[in-house]
C-alpha cells in the first residue's frame, strides 16, 4: 500500500471513529443513535469497498505493465540469442569447410 493510501485509509478510519463518538454521544434517542450509527458505518463501508476496488484496479494495471515490460524484454533478448546462434552456426560452417579444404 502507497503513502496515499495508507493516509486515506488513516483518515477514513478517523472520520469513522469520530462519527461514531459523535453520534453515541448525541442526545437522542437509542434507535435514533443506532440508525445513524449504522448508515455512517455503512457509509464508511462504501467508500473503503470504493478505495480497495480502486487500489486492486491500480495494482492490476502495474502488473500488466511489468508484465508486458517482461515479454518486450524476454523478445528482444530471444531475439539476441537467436542471432548469436545464426553467427555461431555460420563461423562452425566457416570453420568445417576450412578444415574440409586442408584436407
Known sequence: MNDNSKTVVAL???????AAL???????KGEETVD????????????????A????ESLGRIGKEYADKAVD?????RDEV???????????KDA??????KV
Do not use: N
Open 22 to 28: 459523535g453520534i453515541l454521544f448525541a442526545p437522542e
Open 82 to 92: 537467436r542471432d548469436e546462434l545464426v553467427a555461431v552456426k555460420e563461423d562452425a
Open 96 to 101: 568445417l569447410t576450412d578444415s574440409i579444404e
Open 73 to 77: 524484454t524476454l523478445g528482444i533478448k
Open 36 to 51: 445513524k450509527l449504522s448508515r455512517s458505518l455503512r457509509d464508511l463501508k462504501d467508500r473503503v469497498v470504493d478505495k
Open 12 to 18: 477514513l478510519a478517523g472520520l469513522a471513529a469520530g
Open 53 to 56: 476496488q480502486s487500489e486492486i
